[in-house]
């Protein structure tokens, strides 16, 4: 058996899982970057994310990201909303799909992109969302190029493909060991979970949640009053490219036209590449409850069927989508929501209306501003709360309650499930990312475990790279948004 020892192993390669494994080597230490499928880049990559959406918080890494992308030719671009699933009304909107969809714009800059909150009244007018609401597509080869030269640049950093994790050694609250699939051993310092299910929190027994919390669990007003099964809804992405001629493309037989939506056609957002296509995005493919009650080689070959019926569906009732055809299929499906894990502090409903824009707590290690927002109806009444301003996050919710070398950066963290209906973007799985890896190097360089951290310290190192911590942008970080590399 081989062993591995690092400084710190990261497990998965997904937006939290990168920044946190390019933020730790960056700082000295020495990193393992574990990941299952057979590349690298999680949801984003594997599942048709290919965007990220408008919100506060997107400075520090992922603008390095998207500077790097900038620098070659059609990677990266930013989009407007062009119509919006919100506005339709029949007998006034000259379109009529049950879809938003958005349209690259030039004349808009990165720092364009760093806010979705602040909708007068909550609700987000034609004019507001056109004035306000812009994101970051991205073509996702150029994206796992621009990760790859950066985890290769820092020279500390090791990536295995293809390889899960099956078991943890754990003493009195911390990792000793994990197993590998591929049979091997990994000895590290510390761990940072960023499998987005949670995985190495799991095997390691921590405390974890899945579905919807009860009401007295957190006090959340919006929860429901029992616990239950109930999760976001998932999608399978999908990509179209313009056709040499115009048509519809037939369905494979055995797939029904209507396949399985009765009277409730699914919405979808379609959302632009840098270099013309358009990615699908339908809300959802099917209902997080189903998704889970089924093994997912399963679900995803059903999600197949749908797309398939849904893309001809799309094309027989609207012919402006007659001059496209099917690209690609995302090989993953999007999850939205699953296990999350308790941590010191779980970040909630309150703590997410209350905004504060990073103030409220003195360990705020990332800020965000994402609607609370689910998707699909067995989530039961939909939530879908534009927020005022926005709100921190603190460094407590990536510490697993009674762990002391174990951090979590994904979409798994310490949020209620009401909560990471909003802390879940992109962008703010980076900034967990950032703040684990630095964290990781500062417990080092203080000799102190995961938990006893420094704070301030903490933020000031962010600051120092350019994290957002704070709302809003500083001068320092205008400055510096400024220089967006040369397209
Ligand atoms: C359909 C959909 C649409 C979305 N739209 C947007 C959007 O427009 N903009 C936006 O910003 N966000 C969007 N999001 C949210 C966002 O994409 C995700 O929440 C975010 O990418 C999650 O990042 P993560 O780091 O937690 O996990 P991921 O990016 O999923 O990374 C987890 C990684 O861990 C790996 N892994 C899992 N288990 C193991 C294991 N046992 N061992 C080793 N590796 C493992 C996985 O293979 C994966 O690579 C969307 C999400 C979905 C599903």
Not at 360 to 368: E, G, L, P, S
Not at 444 to 456: E, F, Q
Request: aromatic content about 8%.
């Amino acid at each position: 058996m081989s062993v591995y020892t690092c400084d710190i192993a990261v497990i998965g390669a997904g937006s939290g899982g990168i920044a946190a494994a390019v933020t730790a080597a960056r700082h000295g230490l020495s990193v393992l970057l574990v990941e299952q499928a057979d590349l690298i880049g999680g949801t984003a990559v594997r599942a048709g994310v290919h965007c990220w959406e408008m919100g506060a918080g997107g400075t520090g890494l992922p603008f390095d990201i998207y500077r790097r992308m900038n620098r070659l030719r059609g990677a990266v671009g930013i989009y407007s909303c062009g119509r919006h699933m919100s506005w339709y009304d029949p007998a006034r909107e000259p379109y009529r799909f049950p879809g938003g969809e958005r349209i690259l714009d030039p004349g808009k800059r990165y720092v364009d992109t760093l806010q979705r909150h602040g909708a007068p009244g909550g609700q987000p007018t034609p004019e507001f969302v056109r004035r306000v609401w812009h994101g970051v597509p991205f073509e996702m080869e150029d994206y796992c190029s621009v990760l790859e030269e950066m985890l290769a640049e820092t020279g500390r950093c090791e990536v295995v493909v293809g390889t899960g994790i099956t078991d943890a050694m754990v003493q009195q609250g911390k990792i000793r060991s994990i197993l590998l699939t591929n049979g091997s051993e990994v000895m590290a310092t510390a761990y940072i979970d960023a499998t987005a299910d949670v995985c190495l929190c799991r095997v390691s027994g921590c405390v974890t949640l899945i579905g919807q919390d009860a009401q007295e669990a957190f006090g959340e007003p919006s929860a429901p009053e029992r616990p239950n099964d109930n999760v976001n809804g998932v999608t399978l992405a999908y990509r179209v490219t313009r056709a040499l001629a115009s048509g519809v493309e037939s369905l494979p037989t055995g797939i029904g036209h209507r396949c399985w939506w009765a009277t409730h056609y699914p919405v979808a957002s379609f959302n632009p590449y840098p270099r013309g296509d358009i990615n699908v995005n339908m809300l959802p493919t099917m209902e997080g409850t189903e998704y889970l009650a089924m093994r997912s080689a399963t679900a995803y070959q059903e999600c197949r069927r749908r797309v398939l019926a849904h893309w001809h569906n799309l094309q027989s009732r609207y012919d402006e989508f007659r001059d496209f055809r099917m690209a690609w299929i995302a090989p993953s499906m999007g999850v939205r929501e699953s296990y999350r894990t308790l941590c010191e502090h779980m970040l909630t409903e309150q703590d997410i209306r209350a905004g504060g824009g990073g103030r409220q707590y003195d360990d705020v290690i990332a800020i965000a501003d994402h609607a609370l927002d689910t998707h699909g109806r067995s989530t039961g009444r939909r939530l879908c709360s534009e927020l005022e301003e926005p709100y921190g996050v603190p460094y407590r919710c990536l510490v697993p309650r009674g762990y002391r070398n174990l951090l979590v950066a994904c979409r798994g963290a310490g949020f209620t499930s009401i909560a990471a209906s909003s802390c879940r973007l992109s962008r703010t799985m980076m900034q967990l990312g950032q703040a684990a890896g630095t964290a990781a190097a500062l417990a080092r360089d203080h000799d102190v475990a995961l938990p006893d951290v420094p704070p301030k310290e903490l933020r000031r190192r962010l600051y120092r790279q350019y994290a957002q911590v704070d709302w809003p942008v500083s001068a320092e970080l205008h400055a510096h948004l400024r220089d967006e590399g040369a397209p």
